[in-house]
């Protein structure tokens, strides 16, 4: 199984200056819950962007067009076809974590698309490929609690492909 994972604004930024715009922990905590004891692949920026650190208790890989780029412990693939045919040899889902080529690279791709939807606008210079919505299928939908340390209205939606 081959799933994306992101926040998005609603203008579709999910990123400035290859970190979140944003900080919302129970998006963190959505992100942390559904990818911890699997393995997640992200585009070096994204890796860069995070400390050049794999999160604990994944499988980290690092998709990267450059055939000498090394990062210690995280395996590296130079292709999304290896990113397919990973997911496909897998009995644990594989998450994608960004960043805009990868998701546009493997949208055809996905199984599952896990979205955390922030109702408000910000900055950035990073944004979620336009997605043809009429291929997925709404299959959980949970709004987020909005408090002193989750500013914004947020909700957490779970789509599975038609």
Do not use: C
């Amino acid at each position: 199984m081959l799933a994306a994972i992101w926040a998005q604004d609603k203008n579709g930024v999910i990123g400035k200056d290859n970190k979140l715009p944003w900080y919302l922990p129970e998006d963190l905590k959505f992100f942390k819950d559904s990818t911890v004891g699997n393995t997640l692949v992200m585009g070096r920026k994204t890796f860069e962007g995070m400390g050049s650190r794999p999160l604990p208790n994944r499988e980290t890989i690092i998709l990267t067009k450059a055939p000498s780029y090394t990062a210690e412990n995280v395996k590296i693939l130079h292709s999304t076809e290896e990113v397919v045919e990973l997911a496909n040899q897998q009995s644990t889902p594989v998450f994608v974590g960004g960043g805009t080529e990868i998701f546009r690279e493997l949208l055809p791709h996905f199984d599952y698309l896990y979205r955390t939807f922030i109702d408000e606008s910000f900055a950035g210079d990073t944004y979620m490929p336009e997605v043809d919505w009429s291929h997925w299928k709404l299959i959980e939908k949970t709004e987020g609690i909005v408090d002193e340390r989750n500013r914004y209205k947020h909700q957490f939606e779970i789509y599975g492909r038609k």
